[in-house]
Nanobody, 130 residues
Framework: VQLVESGGASVQVGESLRLSCRAS?????????IGWFRQAPGKEREGVSS????????YYADSVKGRATLSIDDAENTVFLQMKNLKPEDTAMYYC???????????????????????WGQGTQVTVSR
């Protein structure tokens, strides 16, 4: 299993970015949870957005709700995180992560908890400056 993130950049406040996570070694046709997380220096890893087949829906952290959109391209085995109206507090390393076999509903708290996930990418840096 391999997850490779890309799309991180240094941007100005109010700009937008689209992060990509290309998955290999498994199919997005199977049961899974896939999530985007971020970690700023000195802070804990925070769940940003996720999708689980068991819940059949996407979840968003309150801090990004209305500004982030998670989408999945099954044909390309790629998950995207579109973020708009970026703020300095969005500055962090962004990671995608996956766990297989989630065929039952797990709820938002678990879906956005780093401990739920088994496989992680190396991350892509997002820096937002004024």
């Amino acid at each position: 299993v391999q997850l490779v993130e890309s799309g991180g950049a240094s941007v100005q406040v109010g700009e937008s970015l689209r992060l990509s996570c290309r998955a290999s070694g498994f199919s997005l046709d199977d049961d899974y949870s896939i999530g985007w997380f971020r970690q700023a220096p000195g802070k804990e890893r925070e769940g940003v957005s996720s999708f689980t087949t068991g819940d059949g829906r996407k979840y968003y952290a309150d801090s990004v709700k209305g500004r982030a959109t998670l989408s999945i391209d099954d044909a390309e085995n790629t998950v995207f995180l579109q973020m708009k109206n970026l703020k300095p507090e969005d500055t962090a390393m962004y990671y995608c992560a996956v766990r297989f076999g989630t065929h039952i509903a797990i709820g938002k708290e678990t879906a956005l908890h780093a401990g739920h996930y088994r496989y992680w990418g190396q991350g892509t840096q997002v820096t937002v400056s004024r």
